[in-house]
């Protein structure tokens, strides 16, 4: 019975070790898709207000690249990401 047991134990060992490593594997790359944005505000090409940078990941960073400049008269608001 101990034999049995013995050997259901490496498997799990083995199975969670697995797991961790391409939590790891995964969570490596997660990081690479992610960047700071924030708004800028600009009076005739001159940054006149800058808003505080968020940590946006995956297809939020996506979405926050693919929003469109405002303009209103001579201020123009983009959202810039580094």
Known sequence: M???????KRKILL???LFFVALA????????DCG?????TYENGVVINTGS???YCGTDLVTQKAKPDITI???VTKVECR
Request: one cysteine or more; charged letters at 15%.
């Open 2 to 8: 101990t034999r049995n047991n013995t050997g259901m």
């Open 15 to 17: 199975g969670t070790g």
């Open 25 to 32: 594997f995964t969570a490596c790359e997660a990081l690479g």
């Open 36 to 40: 700071f944005c924030k708004n800028v």
């Open 53 to 55: 940078e968020t940590e």
């Open 73 to 75: 008269g001579s201020l």
